[in-house]
């Protein structure tokens, strides 16, 4: 098994009286983690929300049943917890009424447990994000050269865990992936009013990966209001499908305040969105430089998260487009990014950005040296 970073974190909290949950896409591995950690450990009740007759259990239950329910175990581990009615008050129930039991929930769908989960256990619980598979725990799976190696075929298969694990069958994988998974808890929703638009906006998404995006010109362009848009991408951006960068603006007048760009957690499905697979030898240096953006950025975002970071990211452009990939900021300190997949294309810093914004750095990102960007510091 590839051994995954975010294990110690849910080591680190347990025990500590607070619910821990674990939210992230479908099949990036939360389950099968869960299991390794606990496997061999007595006295666990597991609970899978996707089941209907555990969504029943939980039904106007009381903290008199829920007693009956745990008996002697002290740890209970519910899978898909999203599927549960009002689960956050049974949460709530677990934690305040048996303090001495150690709950774990996982989700795939932030915009519906999260929030439920927000407003009923304030202060009681930890949450956790888990990603598909990272650059760095591949590089201490099979080594730095041996995933150096792998980049352009990480570029159009991304990390997913089954697709990682089943070299071959990685369209089939993802192809299902994309028409049954992913998206099943969010064509679950009363709001999406137009799964086959929400479907027209990700592929529109996928063209425009790197570049700065306009609700309004998706909206002429599939159909919609720019209101349903900007619902249905922030649907999107909290079932861990899709992030936003916002640009940076601070000084200068020029500078767009108001801009935004998207990127995909992982290259696998953006290329499966759009039913494009082919090798990176094969494509255009465009849709390679929106591959490798796509893949350093998701990466680098995936590593943060893993780490504990708290500065803010950005991307800078002005109205004359001289721009800036990626920006840093944490604790008074600007580190900005440029990405190129050709280690020998030339990149030209934008002076008026370090006129403006002295003492901040500039570094290019290649193939050749994605160790200084993606494995830890």
Not at 228 to 248: A, P
Not at 250 to 270: A, Q, V
Not at 323 to 335: F, L, M, P, V
């Amino acid at each position: 098994m590839i051994d995954r970073k975010i294990k110690n974190l849910i080591k680190n909290q347990l025990g500590s009286n607070k619910a821990v949950i674990i939210m992230g896409a479908r099949q990036v591995g939360k389950s099968t983690l869960l299991s390794h950690l606990f496997s061999s450990q007595e006295n666990i009740l597991w609970l899978n929300g996707d089941e209907t007759d555990v969504r029943k259990l939980f039904e106007n239950i009381t903290s008199s049943r829920l007693k009956a329910i745990i008996g002697k175990n002290r740890l209970v581990i519910i899978d898909e917890a999203q599927r549960i009615n009002e689960i956050g008050i049974k949460l709530k129930l677990i934690t305040d009424q048996l303090s001495d039991i150690q709950v774990i929930a996982t989700g795939s769908s932030s915009f519906d447990l999260a929030n439920k989960v927000n407003e009923s256990l304030a202060g009681r619980k930890r949450q956790i994000q888990m990603y598909p598979l990272m650059f760095s725990e591949m590089v201490e799976h099979s080594g730095f050269l041996e995933e150096k190696r792998m980049l352009p075929h990480r570029l159009v298969f991304g990390y997913y865990p089954e697709v990682v694990t089943n070299p071959g069958n990685e369209k089939v994988i993802l192809k299902e992936l994309c028409d049954s998974v992913l998206y099943k808890d969010i064509l679950s929703l009363d709001s999406i009013g137009k799964p086959d638009k929400l479907q027209r906006l990700l592929q529109a998404l996928a063209y425009q990966v790197g570049a700065q995006v306009s609700y309004n010109e998706l909206g002429r362009h599939i159909g919609l209001d720019s209101k349903t848009v900007e619902r249905y991408i922030d649907i999107l951006e909290k079932s861990y499908i899709i992030f936003r960068l916002n640009s940076y603006a601070r000084n200068l007048r020029n500078e767009l305040k108001t801009s935004r760009k998207i990127y995909f957690w992982d290259n696998g499905i953006r290329n499966a969105i759009i039913g494009n697979f082919s090798f990176i030898e094969q494509r255009m240096t465009e849709e390679l430089r929106m591959l490798w953006e796509n893949f350093v950025i998701s990466e680098r975002m995936k590593m943060n998260s893993l780490n504990g970071f708290f500065g803010t990211t950005w991307f800078w452009r002005t109205m004359q487009q001289k721009e800036i990939d990626y920006i840093e900021e944490e604790n008074g300190t600007i580190n900005t990014y440029e990405f190129k997949w050709n280690p020998n294309a030339k990149a030209k810093r934008p002076e008026q950005f370090f006129v403006a914004y002295p003492n901040s750095t500039f570094n290019v990102i290649t193939p050749e040296n994605i160790e200084d960007f993606l494995l830890e510091r």
